[in-house]
């Protein structure tokens, strides 16, 4: 956890910024400013709310650092490089897998394009409330069984790292939602995900559920932190019985486990 504070001119927020967070690989970090600032992560316009909220993400391999601007109203400009830490991540290697879960057949490619283009749209949505500033608890209960930026090697063929973090327990176990948000997707049956719900908590943050045996909520549904989504299941292409979480700031995917209470049993 990092703090930046860089001031310009004026009173509270007016010509400054404050940046509470995670400046590392997989974090997010949440702005403070004058309502009628202009953000600028690199040359990427960031949403300001009218309290003068924003936020940024850093994806899995994220540069050693990257730049925030912030024009004001009365003409001034802050520039400000973010240093952002390196991780190491877990390589984890699966054999015996039947082939069709290695690479799926050509006659679901169809499907599967246009699967994830509706999880591309549902996870670009850019929604101005900030939701996400309900704070973050655990979706379930469970083991966890797999890590953000791990790399799985399934039957010998280096696959794409695991975006997400598994918590392993039975079928039937409740998911619940870990923060405020809207229900932007909500599928039982997608090809690689099984039942699928994804969450916007605005600014373009969301969380997706993923393998869900069942689901208790259906699209455009307003939650709150704590309600019931469905429970945990196997569904899609999943190997055993957990709930696959991710977090996603845009394109950017982030670390869930960053964001939610800390735990004994994971190190971030």
Same mark, same amino acid.
């Given at each position: 956890?990092?703090?930046?504070?860089?001031?310009?001119?004026?009173?509270? /927020?007016?010509?400054?910024? +404050?940046? &509470?967070?995670?400046? #590392?690989?997989?974090?997010?970090?949440?702005?403070?400013?004058?309502? +009628?600032?202009?953000?600028?992560?690199?040359?990427? &316009? =960031?949403? #300001?709310?009218?309290?003068?909220?924003?936020?940024?993400?850093?994806?899995?391999?994220?540069?050693?650092?990257?730049?925030?601007?912030?024009?004001?109203?009365? $003409?001034?400009?802050?520039?400000?490089?973010?240093? =952002?830490?390196? !991780?190491?991540?877990?390589?984890? !290697?699966?054999?015996?897998?039947?082939?069709? @879960? #290695? *690479?799926?057949?050509?006659? #679901?490619?169809?499907? %599967?394009? !246009?699967?994830?283009?509706?999880?591309?749209?549902?996870? @670009?949505?850019?929604?101005?409330? %900030? /939701?996400f500033d309900s704070g973050w608890i655990w979706p379930a209960k469970g083991r966890i069984s797999g890590v953000y930026g791990?790399? !799985?090697?399934?039957? $010998?063929?280096?696959?794409?790292?695991?975006?997400?973090?598994?918590?392993?327990?039975?079928?039937?176990?409740?998911?619940?939602?870990?923060? +405020?948000?809207?229900?932007?997707?909500?599928?039982?049956?997608?090809? /690689?995900?099984? $039942?699928? %719900?994804i969450l916007d908590h605005g600014h373009g943050l969301s969380s997706a559920f993923l393998h869900m045996s069942s689901l208790s909520v259906k699209k455009g549904r307003k939650v709150r932190q704590g309600d019931l989504l469905g429970a %945990? $299941?196997?569904?899609?292409?999943?190997?055993?019985?957990?709930?696959?979480?991710?977090?996603?700031?845009?394109?950017?995917?982030?670390?869930?486990?960053?964001?939610?209470?800390?735990?004994?049993?994971? *190190?971030?």
């Open positions: 956890m990092a703090l930046v504070l860089f001031v310009a001119a004026g009173g509270a /927020y007016a010509g400054s910024v +404050d940046l &509470k967070g995670d400046f #590392v690989q997989g974090g997010l970090v949440r702005g403070q400013t004058a309502p +009628d600032a202009r953000i600028l992560l690199g040359s990427r &316009k =960031i949403r #300001v709310s009218p309290q003068g909220i924003f936020i940024v993400g850093f994806t899995r391999d994220a540069p050693a650092s990257e730049t925030l601007t912030a024009k004001f109203a009365d $003409g001034t400009e802050t520039r400000q490089v973010l240093k =952002i830490r390196k !991780r190491t991540y877990d390589i984890q !290697r699966i054999n015996g897998l039947p082939p069709k @879960m #290695v *690479t799926p057949p050509k006659a #679901v490619l169809k499907r %599967i394009k !246009r699967e994830n283009g509706l999880i591309r749209g549902a996870r @670009m949505v850019d929604r101005p409330e %900030i /939701y791990s790399q !799985r090697v399934l039957n $010998g063929k280096p696959k794409r790292p695991h975006f997400g973090v598994d918590i392993a327990a039975p079928v039937g176990v409740k998911v619940i939602a870990p923060a +405020d948000g809207v229900v932007v997707l909500a599928e039982l049956n997608l090809y /690689y995900t099984g $039942g699928t %719900i %945990i $299941g196997k569904t899609g292409r999943a190997t055993g019985a957990h709930l696959d979480w991710r977090i996603n700031w845009f394109d950017r995917r982030l670390d869930p486990a960053l964001l939610a209470p800390k735990r004994a049993d994971l *190190t971030n």
